[in-house]
């Protein structure tokens, strides 16, 4: 058990429809980012909270959000979904809001659109 | 389990022999590179990384050597166990986008009892 958690694991939804993905990160981190991992583009980064402030963006979605809330857990919103959606979303957390060390990621929520 | 990286390259080993998995990253400016194992069904774990003033790094039976002339980094596994069947990523890290990691596609490591 890394220590960060995911929720749920897996979700099977149809085109169209809204999701919500959450991210408890290890106790004591305060940055959580969110990465894609599907079969032909590898792990891709979303995008970070630090602290509750947004602090860096990646290859983000316009109908891709998300949100870090006061407790540190934090929520990627996921709307009007699409085939290729379909992925393994991660979320990783670490204690500052650089990588200097590397994060730890959490195992994953496998998200299937049809 | 997930099912990650099904058209990656595959590296098969025997148990017991030193594994070298290679990674060839984009970016002359990256200074900090990771090697992540990822299991299936399981998140990326971090192994061993290295900093790019640093031409080898040694951790517990593996070594990561990092060639920036042709921005090469390799991870050599000794004595290869069952256990190690995963799939690897480096990772590389430039200071100025110091919150996030570029990945690479990965190599499906594959220990044959």
């Known amino acids: 058990d890394s220590g960060v958690t995911q929720t749920p694991k897996h979700l099977i939804t149809a085109t169209g429809q809204r999701v919500t993905l959450r991210c408890s990160p290890r106790?004591?981190?305060?940055?959580v980012y969110w990465y894609q991992q599907s079969l032909d583009q590898g792990l891709q980064f979303l995008i970070q909270y630090y602290n509750g402030e947004e602090r860096a963006k990646g290859n983000i979605l316009e109908r891709f959000s998300a949100q870090q809330f006061p407790d540190l857990h934090s929520e990627l919103n996921l709307s009007s979904l699409e085939l290729g959606d379909s992925a393994l979303y991660f979320c990783?957390?670490?204690?500052?809001?650089?990588?200097?060390?590397?994060?730890?990621f959490g195992s994953g929520t496998r998200l299937t659109v049809v | 389990g997930e099912s990650v990286g099904l058209h990656l390259p595959t590296l098969s080993v025997q148990e017991g022999d030193n594994s070298i998995i290679n990674c060839a990253y984009s970016n002359s400016a990256s200074d900090y590179f990771i090697w992540y194992k990822q299991e299936s069904g399981k998140g990326p774990q971090f192994i061993i990384d290295i900093r790019s003033n640093m031409d080898k790094r040694q951790g517990q039976r593996v070594t990561v050597l990092l060639n920036k002339t042709v921005k090469h980094l390799s991870l050599q596994i000794a004595a290869t166990q069952p256990g190690d069947s995963a799939v690897y990523f480096c990772a590389e890290n430039i200071k100025k986008d110091f919150n996030k990691f570029y990945f690479g596609s990965g190599t499906k490591l594959n220990v044959k009892p």
């Open positions: 990783a957390s670490s204690r500052s809001s650089a990588t200097n060390y590397g994060y730890t």
């Open positions: 106790s004591g981190d305060l940055s």
